[in-house]
Structure formats: structure tokens, C-alpha cells
């Protein structure tokens, strides 16, 4: 069983926190497949939030595939995360920068860059914050 | 409700149980004395021919007692209005557990009617067992001396402190309903209570029934007063050693029209200048008494009862009024 | 779902101050709500108007669909922890307990006991010598074990050390995840409400500011910061929230439901703070507009 924590100060939604953590931990093995997550109650009692929040985190979470709630037992995960394609994450840093050296080379400077890719994240991924 | 109201009360309670046993236990230890010492010196009295020296000393027998016992009921139903009332409800607006006791799950209505119902009931019984106490404990003195309508014995015996009781209670709880404050609600509490006392005594109980009157001739042993006056010298009705046992409003002089006597009677009737006091008088009472004859004005002791009754149901109706006042103000738009 | 707390133009008038005014609120079941404001905005005056310790001046309140404490069975719906906890300070903790089993229809004193007994207090105990912790959890008890549908807490959390604070909101969480029972919480503390609430209503100088689910409001409102321009040439979409200027610079908080497509913009979220802390200085702001006008006529 893992045990959740929370950084107020990261500004992050604290329902993404723990998704977030449950992410990070089936990467690194904590969690596998049949391990159970802590009950709402559980959580809500370590961590004093709203047990809205720690339900919302894992019905995203059942969404992704990752778990599944099982009435009157808890929220067991199935499915461990899948590993990454390390062929198209490099594929896709050779497009970034050929795509950053056409934005220096426009006369862009790094701030700029980053201005301009919050705003392009932010646009695509924008159902994720609601 | 009843079981928490109870809960709360329990110390005030106890405290006022408390004490009725310890003069309970004063009383049942003298008390017997007193009626022993009536029937063996006054009842026997009249074959000696020591009557007065026989009451006189059953009415000086534990003196201190007698005070104390007046005293007592006397404050017994202010105490109890100051004490039981006031704090009954201003302590929680004080502490602030009003917010508590309000938000259970009974209405306010309720929690009032139970708080107040209680405390009735125990202001009942403490004074009226008080009031039996010391109405059995003093019977053998009351029975030799007792004026029934003297409001020293007519307020602390039998029924009526049973009504100021109920009355100082309620007066208590509506001062605190209203004010807020335990403090004030107990000064308001004393000072309503003494004020309604003062007037049913003063002014309301003499008019509660027609009195009746009484004629009697003047003569030699009349209670007549011969003196200066504010207005000068003149003569006046005292009501000394008339109708013992009853409440004597006043004895005036008066002929067949009701007139007194004019100032310019009195001085050709009642002349001074005789050899000696006891000649003035009798030659004033046997000229008076030519035209005219003393009217007494009183309760007879018969109707002792009928008046205690009417004082209960006074102050109790009283009391129903303020508690009225208490729903209406309990229910209202704060 | 039903509101379970619903008000039509509810004011509150004490003298001629208005304590409460003109507020008009539907709050669905099954939130936990943050009613948060400035001391004196009007906090405690709603919540004893929900709870029927006060009566309204203007409108109409209704708490779980009925006028609050009309009956014995609504006031038994309704946990109330008044602010400061009261208790009664010569009664223990054991007969606390006694009056909500004697007080309360569907008291559970499975729950109390237990809940008593976790906390590690002596039943024995006399609530004067608790501490305010304690006797905050005291209350939290008394509301929770009479089965409340809503319950609605006065800054429970207001007095208390931060360790007492954060084990009561510990207990308010476990009794919703457990109960599924509805929470309106009040506070001047945001940093308290963050964690807790999904629900927030903020209430300034007697009016409700804003209400709505937090998710949603964090998703609608934008921190966007460029040069400076008047916000009057902004969309129409986009309602101002706070704003500050330099010569050069503008940062607007703004609220709109659409996407902010403009580039001059740099578009940044907003934290649960900020959102609180932007609708309580709006209020100020405004007051601040209107003082030279007051000057005038002074």
C-alpha cells in the first residue's frame, strides 16, 4: 500500500497530486497489479482533504484503465503503466529542436520559446485542469 | 428534554432540598416542645387564671426561630426568582450554549415549556413543604397570638407563598429571556417581585372584598384618642383591642348621617380641665355618645381562606401572563 | 440533487445595519462548502440563519427543503457547531453525550463513544477543563452522532493550534467519506478551507461575492499579465475580477468560460488562494471608489 502526500505550495490541483503519485509509483514499482490503494477514509484521515478529491483521483485514474473500484473492497490496480516508446520520444526531440532552432533563428529567445509552449500546453491540454 | 433539564437543575436542586431537610430536622426537634408547652400551660390557663402570663411565655419560646422562619419565607420566593429564574435561561445566552441546546433536535417551544415546567413544579414544592413546616411548626403560638391578616403572617403561611414562588420564578426566567444577562435578570427579578408584593399588599388585597362594618356605642372603655392634632386639639377612634382576630380597616366616630364630629363639637364635648385624665375621657365618651357611635370597618377572620386562595390565584395568574409574554418573546424574530 | 441549503433574497438587519443582504444561494447536496469572508462579512449571521438561532429580516431561507428548526425531525437533520464550542462547562463530557441521545430522534451513541473513545477523552472529564481542541471535538461529536443530512460549522477550526486544527478537519473529512453527510464550514482562513472544500461561497460586506464548485471556478477565472491596456477593451466574456496597473504593465484576474485566445496575453491559473483573496480586495476596491464622492457630501 502507498501513502499519499501533498505540497500545498506546488499549485498543483490536489486531486493531480494524487494521480500523480500513483503514476509515479507504478513506474517505479511500488504498485503492481492486485496491490489495493488506500480507501478514501484512509487518506481523508492522513491527509485532512475532502474525500470528493481522492475519489475524483481515482475515478480518473479507473478511466486511464489503471484501477478499478470494487464495491465494498476498495480500489485495487490492474494494469501497470505502459511503458514508454523510446523510438517516438526520440523521434519527437529531434522535431522539437529542429522546431526551437526555426524559433531562434525567427529572432525568438528562450522566454519567448517558453511563453509561447506554457500557452500551447496549456491549449491542448486544457480539459486536463478543469 | 425532561431527563436533561433535570441534569441541569440537579445542583440548584439539591441545594434547595439540602436546606429543607436541615429545617426540617430544626423543626421536628422543637416543634414538639412548642405543642407539649401549649397543652400543658395554656390549654389548662383559665383554672389557674394565669392566661396571659401562659401565652406570653409560649410566645416568647424560641424566639430567634420564629424570626427566622418569618424571614425565611419571605426571601424563600425571591431567592427562588433570583436564583431558579433568572439563571434558568440567561446563563446559556452568557455561555453561549443556547446554540447548543437550541440546535438539538427539540424545539425551542419544547425546551421551554420543560425548563419551565420544572422549575415550577420545584418552586412548588419547596415552598409549599416550607410553608407546611412552619405552618404546623408555629401553630401552637399562632393559635394563642396570631393576627391572620397581618401581612408578617398572612404572606408566609399556608397558600399564598406558594403563588410568589411561582410568580418570582417565572419573573426570573422572563428577565433573563429578555436581558440576557444572569446579573441584571436577578436585580430585575428582586426588584419585580418585592414591587409586586408591595402593591398587592399595600393597595390590591384590601379592595379584593367588600369588608363588612360594625356598630358599636361609645362608652367608658371605648378606644378613643384625645390629643393635639395637626388640625388642633381633637379626638379619633383607635382601632386598639377591637375585633382581635380580624383585619380592622379603621373605627370612626360618626352619628346616624355618617358625620364626624365638628371640631367645634369636640371642643364643647371633650373640655380638659377636669381633675384628671380618666375624668376628661369619661366626660368626652358619655357626650359623644349622645350623637354619635364608632363604625369599624374590617375582614372578618372567616374569610382568611378565601383571601389565601385569592392571593395564590392572583400571583399565579401573574405568573401565567409573564409566561405568555415568554412564548411569544421566545418565538419572535430575533 | 436537491439543495440543501437554499435562500431567496435573504437579509438580516440588526438596527440599521445589514448583516446579511440580498442573498440568493442553491447549494447542492453532497459538497463540502467553504463559506469564507473577511470577520464581520456575515458568516456567522447565515449560518444562524440556517440553523434557525436567527430569523430573517428580508426573504426566505430553507435547509434540506424545510424552514430551519420548524420541527423537532429538522432540527434533528441539522449538526450545528456553533462558533467557539460551546459547552456546558459543569456537565462531562458522558452527559453531553446523555443530552444528545435524550435530545436528538436518530442519535447514534455508537458513533459518540467510539468517536469519544478514539479521541482518547475521559467520559469522566468535565467540558470546562477540556481544551478548545477538545471541546471543538466534543462538538463535532455531539453534531455527528445525532445522523445530521447537513452539517454546518461555525469556524470550528478558527482558535485552535495548528495540530488541533488539522485533527479536526481530519475528523470532519472522515465522517463525510463515511457518512456522506454534507458540510457548510466557515472561515476566514483560506489556507483551512483549501483542502477541504470542493464547494466555496464567499461572502463580503454582507453580500455573496461568489459561489460555485471550486473546480469550476478555478477553471474559469485567468491571471493574465501584458501591457497595459484598459479592461473596458477586453471581450465581452471576460468579467474583471481585480486589477492592477504600472505604467507599463497590466495583471487582470478575469472570469470567462471561454478560451483566452488573445497572444498579448500571458495566461496563467489561479491557486484557491488567489480566487478567495481576488473577490474579498474587489470588495475593498470598490469601496475605495466610492470615497471621494462620500467626501464631498462630508
Known sequence: MIEFQLDPASGVATYLQLVQQVHQALRLGMLEPGDQLPTAQQVVAKLAINPNTVLKAYRDLEREGLVRARPGMGTFVVQTLPGRDEVALARFLSQMSKLLLAARAAGLDSDDIEAIYRTAIRNVFAEGVA | ???????????????????????????????????????????????????????????????????????????????IGMFWGAPLIAREFETGTYRLAWTQGVTRTRWLSVKLGMGVVASVVVTGLLSLMVTWWSSPIDTVSAKPFDPLYFGVRDLAPVGYAIFALVLGFSAGLVMRRTI?????????????????????????????HRVYTINGSSPLNMGETPAGFGVTATTRGILPGDWVYSNQIVDKAGHSPTTAFIDRACPLGHASAQANYQTCATNLAARFHLLVTYQPESRYWTFQWYEMAIFIGLAAVVVGFCFVWIRRPS | MTAVLETMGLGKQYGRRWALHDCTLSIPAGNVVGLVGPNGAGKTTMLQLAVGLLAPTTGSIAVLGDAPASSPAQLGKVGFV?????????????????????????????VATQRIDQLGLDPKQRAGSLSGGQRAQLALTLAIAKRPELLLLDEPVASLDPLARREFLQSLMEVVAEHG??????????????RVCDYLVVLVDSHVRVAGEVSELLA???????LRRNPSTLPANQEVIEQSHTDKQSTLL??????????????????????VLAYMSQARDTKHLGRPALGVVS
Open chain 3, 220 to 226: 474559469s477565472h485567468h491571471r493574465l499579465s501584458g
Open chain 3, 82 to 110: 456553533a462558533q467557539d464550542t460551546p459547552a456546558y462547562a459543569r456537565l462531562s463530557i458522558a452527559q453531553h453525550l446523555h443530552m444528545g441521545s435524550w435530545l436528538n430522534p436518530d442519535w447514534d451513541d455508537e
Open chain 2, 1 to 79: 428534554m425532561i431527563r436533561f433539564a433535570a441534569l441541569q437543575f440537579r445542583i440548584q436542586a439539591a441545594i434547595a432540598f439540602g436546606a429543607l431537610v436541615v429545617i426540617a430536622i430544626v423543626l421536628a426537634v422543637t416543634g414538639p416542645h412548642l405543642v407539649t408547652l401549649y397543652d400543658t400551660t395554656v390549654v389548662p390557663c383559665s383554672t389557674h387564671n394565669d392566661c396571659s402570663a401562659a401565652t406570653t411565655a409560649l410566645t416568647d419560646t424560641d424566639g430567634p426561630i420564629q424570626v427566622f422562619l418569618t424571614f425565611l419565607l419571605l426571601v424563600v420566593p425571591a431567592l
Open chain 3, 254 to 275: 478575469v472570469r470567462t468560460e471561454e478560451p483566452i485566445l488573445d497572444p498579448n496575453w500571458t495566461v496563467t491559473p489561479i491557486t484557491f488562494e488567489d480566487l
Open chain 2, 184 to 212: 441584571p435578570a436577578m436585580f430585575t427579578a428582586l426588584v419585580g417581585f418585592v414591587a409586586a408584593r408591595f402593591v398587592m399588599n399595600s393597595w390590591m388585597r384590601p379592595h379584593l372584598i367588600a369588608p363588612l
Open chain 3, 181 to 194: 453527510v454534507s458540510v457548510v464550514l466557515s472561515s476566514h482562513l483560506v489556507s483551512d478551507l483549501e
